[in-house]
């Protein structure tokens, strides 16, 4: 199956079996098949053929969805931000940690609200507990496409909100570097995440195959294997976290956009990543995903809103800025029913806001 009939299908993959490892030294086959048909670049599809409709008037601001995605948000990073406090020796209880899962879960299996604050990003996201929030929206995202029973949910939810939990173990100093880490930094990164742990296995003994996933994750080069459960969440993990880091802003570069981002990943990484994992994430996120910003053929920007499930390309939208200036209130636009108009590009900041 190529990569283009995963994200233009609405099928979700299949579960992973639990297969044997993988015999140490053997070769590893990695499918090379073409890029996605959006991630290459390719023309929208048509849209239906309808009579254009008149313009709207614009609509109530979606406001109460943003709080909503923010409360949720807010209430799984003061859980986390507990979790992440080891480096004070307090006694430590996966409990708050588990509850962060349960609350994201519960509202991802509802709707993809929550990536509407996963899209607006700040400076304030460099902040541990909300790094690992957002790469915790992403895997359990990812593992929805791959049909995760919900006992495997909530361990890589729980997989992806501590598995950088040894970066609390780092100097301060390092931390806040704008620049990309050194050498030496990042092998002291991977020496305190391993740290953290073994720990953490000491702390919460119930948990020690978290310790197989943070080992894995942090491994240095060696492509993602199938088959194992815990390889699994470590690939989602760090897929995840890869993703998160090209599109939210960083001091050294602007973020991309979800479409760029896809390219990048797919350029760069795909050697690194089972194509099962890559589609995965192809699919969660689509070309243009919930809560990310988008330049329509017209010049406006707008949001997107919801997506329209027969046609990925022409999701339903909140143009915000119209003519260089921001609406007092956004305008609902349904793009598949509405063929004249159509998305350009992705773009990264709300232009004329």
């Known amino acids: 199956m190529r990569l283009t009939d995963i994200v233009r299908s ?6 992973p079996a639990e297969t044997p490892s993988r015999p140490a030294g053997e070769a590893v086959s990695r499918g090379t098949g073409p890029l996605p048909r959006e991630a290459a670049g390719a023309p929208p599809e048509p849209a239906p053929s309808r009579p254009p409709e008149p313009e709207r008037s614009p609509e109530p ?3 109460p969805a943003l709080d909503a995605s923010d409360l949720v948000f807010q209430r799984a990073v003061e859980r986390i931000r507990h979790a992440l406090a080891i480096r004070s020796q307090a006694p430590f209880s996966v409990t708050q940690a588990e509850e962060a899962v349960e609350i994201l879960l519960q509202s991802l299996e509802t709707s993809d609200i929550l990536l509407m604050t996963f899209f607006r990003g700040t ?5 541990q507990a909300r790094m690992a929030v957002n790469v915790t929206i992403l895997s359990l995202k990812m593992g929805l496409e791959l049909a995760y029973p919900r006992e495997q949910l909530r361990e890589l939810g729980l997989a992806a909100l501590l598995c950088d939990i040894g970066t609390t173990l780092m100097p301060s100093d390092v931390l806040g570097s704008p620049g990309p880490l050194t050498a030496t930094e990042r092998a002291s990164l991977r020496n305190h995440q391993l740290e953290a742990a073994r720990l953490l296995e000491k702390l ?3 948990y020690r195959w978290l310790q197989e996933v943070i080992g894995r994750r942090y491994e240095t080069g060696a492509p993602y294997q199938a088959g194992s459960r ?9 897929l995840a976290d890869i993703y998160r880091s090209l599109v939210h802003p960083r001091a050294t570069r602007k973020p991309l956009g979800p479409l760029d981002a896809l390219k990048e990943i797919l350029q760069r990484h795909r050697a690194l990543f089972p194509d099962r994992i890559l589609k995965a994430l192809i699919r969660a996120m689509s070309t243009f995903p919930v809560g990310s910003l988008v330049r329509l053929n017209t010049g406006d920007v707008a949001r997107v809103v919801q997506r329209n499930k027969d046609y990925p390309l022409r999701p339903v939208v909140d143009v915000l800025v119209r003519r260089g200036k921001r609406l007092p209130g ?8 509405s063929p004249l108009l159509y998305i350009k590009e992705s773009v990264v900041e709300e232009d004329g806001v």
């Open 61 to 63: 601001r979606n406001e």
């Open 230 to 238: 815990f390889e699994e969440y470590a690939a989602i993990v760090h």
């Open 330 to 337: 956004p305008a609902r636009l349904d793009l598949a029913q």
């Open 123 to 127: 400076a304030d996201d460099r902040n």
């Open 204 to 206: 919460a003994p119930g």
């Open 10 to 15: 609405g099928q979700r993959l299949a579960p």
